[in-house]
T-cell receptor, first 114, second 112 residues
Framework: DTGVSQDPRHKITKRGQNVTFRCDPI?????LYWYRQTLGQGPEFLTY????????KSRLLSDRFSAERPKGSFSTLEIQRTEQGDSAMYLC????????????FGPGTRLTVL | DQQVKQNSPSLSVQEGRISILNCDYT??????FLWYKKYPAEGPTFLIS?????DKNEDGRFTVFLNKSAKHLSLHIVPSQPGDSAVYFC???????????FGTGTRLQVFP
């Protein structure tokens, strides 16, 4: 157990519905990251935060995706109007920040869009 | 464009022998490299890392080698144990960014 928790662990939804995932990082970690992993691929970067500031967003993060970290602690990732192509494992990670620092990953939320 | 490549999707090694997992990259701006291990239904677990100013880093049974001129790194596990059976991901990041770029993974199976 790395100390990063994600909720829910599994989510099944119908196409067109909105979903929201939560990530609680390791408490003393300033940086929080979201990645997406599909079958047979490595995790792909989506976005990351330094405290409450969103520092970088991937081109993969379409306007249907939004992430927040309102108080610099937990983070939420919302997907609006889900599509079947959104089916994936959504991974959250955290680190102390400052460069060359390993990221600790949570167990992920598996999203299935029917 | 796959900036980090793991060309071997799987590797099978006998317990006690050496496991060598390989990774190639194309981006010259990468300055930090990591290996993660992933068991089913779990998130990736950090294993070992190396910065571009070094060519070797060792931690117990795990050693990572970096060859910058060849843009190649490898992970050596000696001796291999059945509990090492997992998917191994190579990852890299550029100067001044924390964004990790992952390879597609190599599934290692260690048999008795």
């Amino acid at each position: 157990d790395t100390g990063v928790s994600q909720d829910p662990r599994h989510k099944i939804t119908k196409r067109g519905q909105n979903v929201t995932f939560r990530c609680d990082p390791i408490s003393e970690h300033n940086r929080l990251y979201w990645y997406r992993q599909t079958l047979g691929q490595g995790p792909e970067f989506l976005t990351y935060f330094q405290n409450e500031a969103q520092l970088e967003k991937s081109r993969l993060l379409s306007d249907r995706f939004s992430a927040e970290r309102p108080k610099g602690s937990f983070s939420t990732l919302e997907i609006q109007r889900t599509e079947q192509g959104d089916s994936a494992m959504y991974l959250c990670a955290s680190s102390r920040g400052g460069g060359m620092d390993e990221q600790f990953f949570g167990p992920g939320t598996r999203l299935t869009v029917l | 464009d796959q900036q980090v490549k793991q060309n071997s999707p799987s590797l099978s090694v006998q317990e006690g022998r050496i496991s060598i997992l390989n990774c190639d990259y194309t981006n010259s701006m990468f300055d930090y490299f990591l290996w993660y291990k992933k068991y089913p239904a779990e998130g990736p677990t950090f294993l070992i890392s190396i910065s571009s100013i070094k060519d070797k880093n060792e931690d117990g049974r795990f050693t990572v080698f970096l060859n910058k001129s060849a843009k190649h790194l490898s992970l050596h596990i000696v001796p291999s144990q059945p509990g090492d059976s997992a998917v191994y991901f190579c990852a890299a990041s550029e100067v001044n960014t924390d964004k990790l770029i992952f390879g597609t993974g190599t599934r290692l199976q260690v048999f008795p």
